[in-house]
């Protein structure tokens, strides 16, 4: 038995490395295996009331090998996620899908992180070079900026969150086998299905696979939820001795309270969903107590002594509600930004239909469905968490922004954590659960995995965004334009500026700061000084629905009519403006 869940565990794994065309049927395969073998144990169960005995050897020798097969899975997963990652990335750099929104942007954040320059953005703000902050309060990505910091070639972005990406599903089987699997004498079913899900996990991946931030949501989300199942057993064997030590409390409650701020600072609205998803929870311990006639007064509902869980929740709400307050209220004001409440209000923004693919209430249904069906139905079993996590899930629901509503590519950081940590509790929880309904859980997996198209994402494609001469054309150009800008023989001192169109900017050598040509009517302020300044464009490769070639002519028309600006280099496709007029140029 544990040889078939290692096996379906590297079906992902699998994929990474294997041909499109078999993605879905084999995916289609594992699902319709796991619903016979349903059948076959529910036939039994019912025919002859069927109990497998157990063999003590065979058992034995499972129990003694699942430990290695967990890290040959880990380690596959991890090499071919690699491969995977250097395909995918390759691929969108040969076809320019790395854009301005959002890869270069938060690259260029990240950049300025490292340089200790703050959240300074050049794409999210108005203003020449204002906070990133202030379009998403995430000040949790300065995590990613080591990469985009020491990797060259704005490759850093794609390395650091495939990193974090391959770390949290391998902290997340590493934490289910310790608390479920460990020291276990007899083999956990339910951890061999959430191990199997782990390495399957469609959602997980989509964040992944986003090239966003977003997966530093996933990650410190899980060690949250990790450290706050530890210091809940910590604190109840504590209780049991009739003695909690205030250096082991406080120590304790202070633990989790970094973990909880980690987990907060990674985006502006974690702290909405973490209320929601511990708020049934709460109203129920309240409820408990009451109904059961335990309180003497309201003071011991808060007594670390007597509801010791009830008080880490108290804490973390409280904590979690602060940092809102700051977050929503305080930074704004400070800040004068025009709305204190940017999030919801960008959430109740509305769009153009055609950016709208769901609009049913049966389809947003089915959405939900998907996305439980994921975490595995077990967790149905979880009533009070099940309820969190759909109080989260409907934000998404009565959001107007498409994106949102549809829980698309990202969007799913708000419900994955919560998601994977009710898988995680479920697992731990030891419930009955028959055996062939496991089965019928990871078939609705693999079932639902083999419905999408983009899992994974096809690291080649026949498509074409752009005509092949032209983007060939564009690729040698960029290739003696950066050359010329790299070297700098005659101003070694001038920094160097390049104004660039949406898909280009990515390979515009490092050595330059880019900036987005919606910045064009801000060069005179961003060229004072020691820079030298150049616009790169080539406007016969541009999506015309996303950027019409008239738009960019429109934008680099703004500067070539003023009289200090100068065409000095013209390629095949590439142009090249000098904006800052220096009296000797390298082109």
Not at 245 to 255: K, M, R
Not at 289 to 296: A, G, M, P
Not at 312 to 323: A, K
Not at 391 to 402: E, G
Request: hydrophobic content about 45%; overall charge positive.
């Amino acid at each position: 038995m544990v040889y078939l869940f290692f096996f379906s565990s590297l079906v992902s794994s699998f994929l990474f490395v294997s041909p499109k065309t078999i993605h879905a049927p084999l995916q289609k395969g594992v699902s319709l295996l796991f619903f016979a073998l349903c059948l076959f144990c529910f036939w039994k169960q019912r025919k002859a009331k069927f109990v497998p005995k157990k063999d003590s050897v065979t058992m034995d020798h499972q129990t003694k090998v699942l430990p290695r097969l967990v890290f040959v899975s880990a380690l596959l997963f991890i090499v071919s996620s690699s491969y995977h990652a250097y395909e995918l990335t390759n691929f969108f750099v040969n076809s320019f899908l790395f854009h301005d929104a959002d890869y270069i942007g938060i690259s260029d954040v990240l950049l300025s992180l490292w340089e200790g320059k703050g959240y300074e953005s050049h794409y999210y703000s108005e203003s020449v070079n204002g906070s990133y902050l202030e379009h998403h309060f995430a000040p949790g990505m300065v995590f990613l900026s080591p990469f985009v910091g020491l990797v060259p070639d704005r490759f850093g972005l794609a390395l650091g969150v495939f990193f974090f990406y391959q770390l949290t599903v391998v902290f997340l089987i590493l934490w289910s086998y310790q608390i479920i699997q460990k020291n276990n004498p007899e083999i956990s079913i339910p951890f061999l299905v959430i191990w199997v899900i782990l390495t399957n996990q469609m959602y997980l991946y989509r964040i992944g696979s986003s090239f966003h931030f977003e997966i530093l949501v996933v990650m410190f989300g899980s060690i949250f939820f990790y450290v706050w199942e530890k210091t809940k057993r910590i604190t109840s064997k504590e209780i049991d001795s009739k003695f909690v030590s205030p250096l082991t409390a406080l120590f304790t409650f202070f633990c989790l309270g970094i973990c909880l701020f980690l987990f907060l600072i990674q985006k502006e609205d974690i702290g909405m969903y973490l209320i929601l998803f511990l708020l049934p929870r709460f109203l129920f311990q309240i409820y408990k107590q009451v109904s059961e006639h335990k309180l003497s007064s309201w003071r011991d509902l808060f007594s670390i002594q007597k509801h010791p869980s009830f008080v880490l929740l108290t804490f973390i709400l409280g904590i979690t509600i602060v940092y809102l307050c700051y977050v929503f209220i305080i930074y704004p004001y400070f800040h004068d930004m025009n709305s204190y409440l940017t999030w919801s209000r960008i959430l109740r923004q509305d769009y153009h239909s055609s950016f709208k693919q769901v609009t049913s209430v049966t389809k947003s249904f089915q959405i939900y469905l998907e996305i439980v069906v994921s975490g595995g139905l077990g967790i149905f079993q979880m009533v009070l968490e099940i309820l969190g996590v759909s109080l989260i899930y409907l934000t998404h629901f009565f959001s107007s922004r498409p994106w949102h509503h549809e829980v698309y590519s990202y969007y799913s950081y708000s419900l994955v954590p919560y998601l994977l940590y009710t898988g995680i509790v479920w697992a731990k929880s030891k419930r009955q659960v028959s055996l062939p309904f496991l089965y019928f859980i990871l078939a609705c997996v693999f079932w639902r995995n083999s419905l999408d198209q983009n899992f994974p994402l096809a690291t080649e494609s026949k498509e074409q965004w752009y005509d092949p001469k032209v983007q060939s054309e564009v690729v040698h150009d960029l290739h003696f334009v950066n050359e010329e800008m790299k070297q700098n023989p005659i101003q070694p001192s001038k920094e160097i500026i390049v104004f660039s169109q949406y898909n280009v900017s990515f390979l515009i050598t490092e050595k330059a700061k880019v900036y987005p040509l919606t910045h064009l009517s801000n060069q005179s302020q961003i060229c004072k000084g020691e820079r030298i300044c150049y616009l790169v464009v080539a406007p016969n490769l541009t999506n015309q629905t996303l950027w019409p070639t008239k738009r960019i002519l429109n934008h680099r028309d703004e500067v070539t009519s003023l009289p200090k600006t100068k065409l000095v280099w013209q390629g095949k496709q590439v142009e090249v403006w000098n904006l800052s007029n220096p009296k000797e140029d390298r082109f």
